[in-house]
């Protein structure tokens, strides 16, 4: 065997064993993922939201009906757009909520735990906890980042062992199928790798610099984000007429979110979404609004920050496939989709080629005791 040849099977079987023993997590990742991409439109359907209004039109009727219920909200994010519902964070006696409101008549149409639960917005909640950090808080973060790091490496090694000679990639990539069913999932393996390779990786790379994204922040070059921390006192405005406050600021603005002022505070954070942004549904402009002028004590607006704000901004929306739109989310999908398809033919390949090596030896060692016998 020469050395070129040697080199690609060490290869083969670190590409091998990574899918192995890494498999059945990327499975896991992948299915949340591609439930992720649509979970918004589910879980309006799933509590039975009713009908829509303008984004900010039924906040004070969200506020006001969690409040009723004892909790004490800290955040209103719209869902659906227009708005069909509202996500509003809240704490009851310490322990955080969530609580889906419906737009147009501000009745409570489900609660559930920030970590999610058995309720009808709380599954949902608890694959997005999964799908970000296994259910185990940060150190499930980090080893969703590193799990993350091995997928990348693994799409780049298959790529390397797969990659067509000339005048072979549509043979490659359309492939006539062999009668032999190893050769056939082999072929089907190294076809579909290759026609997901490039947004698998891109999904890979994403999802890891989404999750360390602080340690981007301090490299990168970025703007100072608003907090409602920076002004203590207590709001004289109500959270609508901090958001006239943001829109006016930012009049392309579409309001998507509204962060409360914390107890001994007075500043709302008001996010937008302006025209241009990568993010589909929430909008990464910001405003912290003076809860007892109304006036703008800072602006975070998107089309004027800096380079490295815009590239961590558009990590989310690559990841989930947004930026591109229904395209975007249905090929972020089908990616997930096909990355099942590639995993169960690259296992089925290695446990027909494992059968058919312990078949070979079998046939071996009857050879040997033939020839043994007949020399006795």
């Not at 489900?110 to 970000?132: C, E, L, M, N």
């Not at 004289?236 to 958001?243: F, G, H, T, W």
């Amino acid at each position: 065997m020469n050395a070129a040849a040697l080199w690609r099977r060490r290869l083969l079987g670190i590409h091998r064993w990574a899918g192995i023993l890494l498999g059945s997590h990327w499975l896991l990742l992948a299915a949340s993922g591609c439930f992720l991409v649509v979970h918004r439109e589910v879980e309006i359907a799933a509590v039975g939201a009713g009908a829509a209004v303008a984004p900010e039109a039924g906040v004070e009727r969200a506020i006001a009906a969690v409040r009723l219920t004892g909790a004490t909200p800290t955040r209103v994010m719209v869902q659906g757009d227009p708005a069909r519902a509202y996500r509003v964070f809240a704490d009851r006696d310490g322990d955080p909520a969530i609580v889906m409101v419906d737009a147009a008549s501000g009745a409570v149409l489900d609660t559930t735990p920030a970590g999610g639960g058995t309720s009808r917005s709380g599954w949902v909640r608890a694959i997005y906890k999964f799908h970000q950090q296994l259910l185990l808080g940060g150190a499930g973060e980090s080893l969703v980042g590193i799990s993350g790091l091995f997928l990348l490496v693994t799409v780049v090694l298959g790529v390397k062992i797969g990659w067509p000679a000339r005048r072979q990639w549509r043979a490659t990539l359309w492939p006539r199928l062999a009668n032999n069913p190893r050769f056939k999932l082999q072929q089907l393996h190294r076809s579909v790798g290759l026609w997901i390779a490039a947004p698998l990786m891109l999904s890979a790379v994403t999802g890891m610099a989404t999750i360390w994204s602080s340690g981007l922040r301090a490299i990168l070059p970025v703007a100072t984000s608003p907090a409602a921390a920076d002004l203590p006192g207590t709001p004289a405005i109500s959270p609508s007429a901090a958001i006239q406050a943001a829109r006016a600021a930012l009049p392309q603005g579409k309001f998507s979110r509204i962060d409360l002022p914390p107890t001994g505070e007075r500043g709302y954070v008001v996010h937008l979404r302006q025209p241009g942004e990568a993010r589909a549904f929430l909008g990464n402009s910001r405003t912290l609004i003076d809860g007892g002028s109304g006036a703008v004590v800072q602006l975070r607006d998107t089309a004027a920050l800096p380079w490295g704000d815009r590239v961590i901004d558009s990590l989310v929306p690559i990841h989930n496939g947004e930026w591109l739109g229904w395209a975007g989310r249905m090929v972020t999908m089908l990616t997930g989709l096909s990355l099942l398809g590639l995993a169960g033919s690259g296992v089925a390949v290695w446990a027909l080629s494992a059968r058919r090596k312990r078949g070979s030896q079998a046939k071996a060692v009857t050879v040997d005791f033939a020839a043994a016998e007949s020399k006795s």
